[in-house]
């Protein structure tokens, strides 16, 4: 199969979608839900929280830890909400084009 | 590689605020932490785990470069505050400036004039105008964070600089024949007029290759 190229801000903001997660959470998220198809390497997924949070596409929050260290918690604000139902539809359109070509 | 070793190489090349630099590492090691105990758990020892923990998140330089690219932020917020300040500037001043001096030329006693220029503004006044509408209709159906509106803006503004060469190469058309040194004038202000496509220029490259282009990422693929 060819390799894919899948937006990786797309699959944060659905991971967040489904409720505020941390770093390490969001990818075991992405991997488990495409069934280890695909996953975002975590040198590529910390770079673009950080962007995504400057946006203020995403809010994140740190959790306070008793037994390891702290954690991030991330979460979609209002606005990336409506950036990612946005997202969503184009995605569809994406799709559904292609679906005329298979 | 162990964790600590991983983090202060990272926290080197990390360009930040230092603030910024010990957020990002504290998630870091957070995530590296989490992996190693994930790791162990898959009968790796505490050394393998940390070090391929480390190898799997990256090259710090890279990382770090990653997250410079990002933390470029502002300065597209910069450039996009610049870009719109000279649209307002554009349509702001062309619009109302062009209805004055359109006005005045319609009022004017045509004797006091070297060539009848009269409707020439007129017409000048009224493109500023309707492009100005249009401008504002179609930015009504954008979205603020829209790439297009960026583009439209831009192109918006070169229109109203290629639209003051128009003006300038009108003048020149219809002021032939006048005497030698209105002629110069009117040549003088043509290339003065040239002159404002450069800044324009180098506006348009910087937000191209920072607004327009948009950040390109590393994208995942299938495993």
Same mark, same amino acid.
């Given at each position: 199969?060819? *390799?894919?190229?899948?937006? &990786? ?12 997660? @941390?770093?390490?959470?969001? &990818? ?30 995403? @809010? ?27 997202? !969503? ?14 | 590689?162990? /964790?600590?070793?991983? !983090?202060?190489?990272? +926290? ?35 050394? *393998? ?8 998140? +990256? ?9 410079? *690219? ?13 870009? $719109? ?5 554009? !349509?702001?001043?062309?619009?109302? +400036?062009?209805? %004055? %001096? ?17 409707? =020439?503004?007129? =017409? ?24 297009? $509106? ?21 003048? !020149? /058309? ?11 004038? /009117?040549?003088?202000?043509?290339? +003065?007029?040239?002159? #404002?496509? /450069? ?13 327009? #282009? ?8 299938? #495993?």
């Amino acid at each position: 199969m060819k *390799k894919a190229q899948i937006n &990786n801000e797309f699959f944060i903001l659905s991971a967040l979608s489904d409720g505020p997660k @941390h770093g390490y959470a969001i &990818n075991q998220w992405v991997i488990s839900t495409s069934k280890k198809a695909f996953s975002i390497s975590p040198g590529v997924l910390y770079p673009l929280l950080y962007h995504l949070e400057k946006e203020e596409i995403i @809010h994140a929050e740190w959790e306070p830890s008793t037994t390891g260290p702290q954690r991030k918690i991330y979460s979609l604000t209002p606005k990336g909400k409506k950036y990612f139902s946005q997202t !969503i539809h184009e995605w569809r359109r994406f799709t559904q084009t292609i679906h005329k070509f298979i | 590689m162990t /964790i600590e070793n991983y !983090i202060q190489s990272l +926290g080197e090349q990390l360009k930040l605020s230092p603030g910024e630099t010990q957020k990002v590492l504290k998630e870091i090691a957070a995530h590296l932490v989490q992996e190693t105990a994930s790791l162990q758990k898959k009968g790796l020892s505490r050394e *393998k785990a940390e070090e391929r923990a480390c190898t799997e998140f +990256g090259d710090p330089a890279v990382i770090a470069k990653g997250y410079q *690219k990002m933390s470029s932020w502002f300065f597209r917020t910069s450039l996009r505050v610049v870009a $719109l300040t000279l649209v307002v500037m554009v !349509i702001v001043s062309e619009v109302p +400036g062009r209805l %004055f %001096f359109a006005l005045i030329q319609l009022f004017d006693d045509p004797t006091n004039i070297s060539f009848d220029l009269r409707w =020439f503004d007129v =017409f000048i006044f009224l493109f500023y105008a309707l492009f100005a509408v249009f401008v504002f209709l179609v930015v009504q159906k954008l979205t603020f964070s829209s790439k297009r $509106l960026w583009q439209l803006l831009i192109v918006t503004l070169i229109t109203a600089y290629f639209g003051e060469i128009l003006y300038s190469i009108g003048y !020149i /058309i219809i002021g032939m024949g006048t005497d030698a040194l209105e002629s110069k004038i /009117i040549i003088h202000l043509f290339i +003065g007029q040239l002159l #404002k496509i /450069i800044p324009m220029i180098v506006v348009y490259l910087c937000l191209y290759s920072t607004v327009f #282009k948009k950040m390109t990422l590393p994208q995942s693929s299938e #495993k």
